[in-house]
């Protein structure tokens, strides 16, 4: 593949060109030249977009896809085809599958799915047997398959010493630790976010503090046994103060939050819309300036999709009986920069890279083509039509947003909307 990108605003604090407009000449899935009025030679695509900008590619840290076992909902295939349309050029592939990612030949599976894609896929493979949190997976053969993290999706870990054992065990290949922060006993049979909201409509609540205290044992745990752990999608004040508290002391860890819950309130659960049911819940607008607040002052790591497609029969029923997730991939980003600037916008979408894989790729000669395309300008409602997934739990329709994705350049490949 041989492109020549024109008049691109590269965003790249990594990168010596970071701010400039540069053009960007790419041959065989490098970087070969940067300069200024290149010349388009034969054979190379031309890229020239309304008010270009490029980053390093984007990395989707919570993604679930169902194949294997929920083919239905999404295939590797299709899944990684929407991620690169969303401005992604890798993601890490939740565990919540059919059967469950917790053997090397699980994750040798999905990456096998996954070849010759321009999108990336690292598995997260399951830190606990069957994701019941009773046993430890065979999480260093899994290492050795591929698995960039260890951790059950939206399964607590309800004993702390498998934590602990855990961040020791792990402390011996460099692995990535996950717990999911909700105390179970706490939540209970809870649904939404406990507040006012749940009050009046009469549905069962999840309160704050079964979060915070899930995140403080955690980190009392981190802190006692060493290790490396991230804290995904968290939603609540009194985590980002714990978190933040945290890095204070030098503790290993790292947090992410979910795009909608940076995004939504929980006053739209008053029509008992599925569409919004999600773990954690969607919270308060206290709880939601928390959020940004931490996404701005980099106490909070990365911003992800929480992308869980689901088919109608899980999600267009009674309100109880519907499972969490909802799709929010293709508005990621577009929501994302309604929040921050476009530089803090690429910061949260890259840094799950360095966290999981332990790589990045700066925008300069002689690096790898690992590059997002996208505009800042314009605004547009995300409607039915912006929906590319096989699932239709859209939690952003209807909502106005900024910017495009305009595609991107990766494995040596373009995929340009």
Known sequence: MKALIKNAIIVDSDSPHHGSTKDVRIKDGLII???????????????????????????????????????????????????????????ALNPNTYPIIDTSSDVTFVKKMAEGHATSLFPIGALTRNSESVDLAELYDMQQSGAVAFGDYQQPIANPNLLKIALQYTQGFNGLVLSFPQEQKIAGKGMVNEGEISTRVGLKGIPAIAESLQVARDLHILEYAGGSLHIPTISTKASVELIKQAKTKGLDVTCSVAIHNLYLLDTVIDDFDTRYKVLPPLRNQEHVDALIEGVKDGTIDMVTSDHNPLDVERKHVEFDNAMYGA?????????????????????????????????????????????????????????????????????????????????IIANNQLVLN
């Open 33 to 91: 030249e940067i300069g200024e009025h290149l010349e388009n030679t034969k054979g190379e695509t031309l890229i020239e977009r309304d008010n270009l900008h490029i980053s390093q590619g984007w990395f989707d840290s919570s993604v679930s896809m169902g194949q294997p076992g929920f083919e239905e909902r999404e295939t590797i295939d299709h899944g990684l085809q929407v991620a690169a349309s969303s401005g992604f050029t890798a993601v």
């Open 327 to 407: 799709i929010s991939q293709e508005a990621t980003f577009k929501a994302l920069l309604t929040i921050v600037s476009e530089k803090r916008a690429v910061t949260l979408l890259t840094a799950g890279r360095r966290r999981f894989i332990g790589t990045s790729n700066s925008i300069q000669e002689n690096s790898p083509a690992n590059i997002t395309l996208f505009t800042t300008k314009g605004t547009a409602t995300f409607t039915q039509e912006h929906i590319k997934s096989t699932s239709n739990n859209a939690i952003f329709l209807n909502q106005k947003m900024k910017g495009e994705v305009y595609g």
